[in-house]
């Protein structure tokens, strides 16, 4: 299947500080990616669509300004937690989906980046 | 919203056992994918479900689609140490198809040798 890399896998930062987390399609071009959040022994909750070249779109509940998203290149996507605090903390995963492929195309999914903030 | 709720919560077996899980959903969707997750990790494919009444092996793994568009069940056949981790089904397109996928609360396994 095709490669999904996130970058970092581990970050710990300070209350107040920002954390990029970058997600890269390996070896094909992705115009959508996704971003998930999931917490411990939970199932995977969808916070924002990235597409390429255009805004995200945001899920209900999910605050815009806090976690901002950028997708400047059809290969690379990244979701900034701004101000991090403490219940910031969880495990954050990106997905992509081949360009060439249909609305119904699989997505694959990286290796996750566990967010630690004190 | 569209939901799906996946069962069994949790599944602690004997090595060498068939294992079955399955999801249901309210509503529709064109496309049935079952991931894999171990610890630390990002979901990974295992199989992928394009039509309504589809069959699909992969090994030891077997899933169907459901003909109503509303289920999928996932087999194990002979479980191994291996199987353990949590897996998940999730449900792309239908009425609302904007891509995204929706998932299921997630089975845990837990195989004893």
């Known amino acids: 299947g095709a490669v999904v890399s996130q970058h970092p896998s581990r970050v710990i930062c300070k209350s107040g500080t920002s954390v990029k987390i970058e997600c890269r399609s390996l070896?094909?071009?992705?115009?959508?990616m996704f971003w998930y959040r999931q917490f411990p022994k939970k199932s995977l909750m969808l916070m924002a669509t990235?597409?390429?070249?255009?805004?995200?779109?945001?899920e209900q509940g999910v605050e815009k300004d806090k976690f901002l998203i950028n997708h400047a290149s059809l290969t690379l996507s990244t979701l900034t937690v701004t101000s991090a605090h403490p219940e910031d903390s969880s495990f954050y995963i990106c997905?992509?989906?081949?360009?060439?492929?249909?609305?119904?195309?699989?997505?694959?999914f990286g290796q996750g980046t566990r967010l630690t903030v004190v | 919203g569209q939901q799906l709720n996946q069962s069994p919560q949790s599944m602690f077996i004997q090595e060498g056992e068939d294992v079955s899980m399955n999801c249901t959903s309210s509503?529709?969707?064109?496309?049935w994918l079952w991931y894999k997750q171990e610890p630390g990790e990002g979901p990974v494919l295992l199989i992928a479900l394009y039509k309504a009444g589809e069959l699909t092996s992969n090994g030891r793994l077997t899933a169907q689609f459901g003909i109503t568009r509303k289920d999928s069940f996932l087999n194990i056949s002979a479980s191994i140490p291996s199987d353990v981790g949590i897996y998940f089904c999730a449900g792309q397109g239908g009425s609302s198809n904007t891509g995204k996928l929706i998932f299921g609360q997630g089975t845990t396994l837990q195989v004893k040798p």
């Open positions: 070896d094909f071009q992705a115009t959508t």
């Open positions: 997905s992509a989906r081949d360009a060439r492929g249909t609305m119904n195309t699989e997505a694959f």
């Open positions: 990235s597409n390429e070249g255009s805004k995200a779109t945001y």
């Open positions: 509503s529709i969707f064109n496309t």
